[in-house]
């Protein structure tokens, strides 16, 4: 039996896409990840936003994935004037990895570039944090638009190791959720 994600069921039901399961080596459907909604604290008076933000939070693609979830497959959208705290712990015990808010770009840049928005970015952007070393950005999302939570340790982001981050002036109140995977 075929197991789908949230985001593919979703699709399937609106007919945006046809039902696909990704299939593990030994053939069988790999567990789709999950949103856990501890990872979101949400401030309405302070209008702040706190996102625990978990490198290699699971195998998925080598440990290449923010929180179980790699090539924009978890999207964390802000209501726009709010300020975002993300508090970064690199939960691989192999690699070292990075987080960064950059433009949404095709194709990814192979490393670190300029961040989106002042401060949004984590220590050590190109050389990463070692396994469970931590660090917090902190910035105001001051801009509309689509950006990317992108690893700079180069070739991390560029082989999947990137989630949405979505600014928004319509949305009163932060949300993350499970989105269809794909290029920026």
């Known amino acids: 039996m075929m197991s789908l994600s949230v985001a593919g069921l979703v699709a399937v ?3 945006t896409a046809a039902p696909v399961a990704a299939r593990s080596q030994g053939g069988t459907a790999a567990p789709a990840p999950t949103v856990d909604p501890s990872w979101l604290q949400v401030d309405t008076v302070t209008r702040t936003v706190t996102f625990q933000l978990v490198a290699g939070l699971t195998g998925l693609n080598g440990a290449l994935n923010f929180n179980g979830f790699r090539d924009g497959g ?3 959208t802000v209501p726009l004037g709010w300020t975002v705290v993300m508090h970064f712990r690199n939960h691989d015990g192999m690699l070292p990895h990075s987080a960064e808010i950059i ?3 095709h194709p990814l840049p192979p490393g670190p ?3 989106a928005f002042p401060r949004a970015f984590t220590l050590r952007l190109d050389q990463g944090l070692i396994s469970e070393q931590t660090d917090d950005m902190r910035f105001i999302a001051d801009r509309g638009g689509s950006y990317l939570i992108f690893c700079g ?3 991390h982001g560029a082989a999947g190791m990137w989630v949405r981050f979505e600014v928004s002036a319509s949305v009163r109140k932060p949300s993350l959720a ?3 995977a794909g290029k920026p």
């Open 74 to 76: 978890l999207t964390l």
């Open 153 to 155: 340790v180069p070739g």
């Open 113 to 115: 570039v300029a961040p």
């Open 13 to 15: 039901a609106v007919g």
């Open 103 to 105: 433009a949404d770009t």
């Open 178 to 180: 499970a989105t269809p």
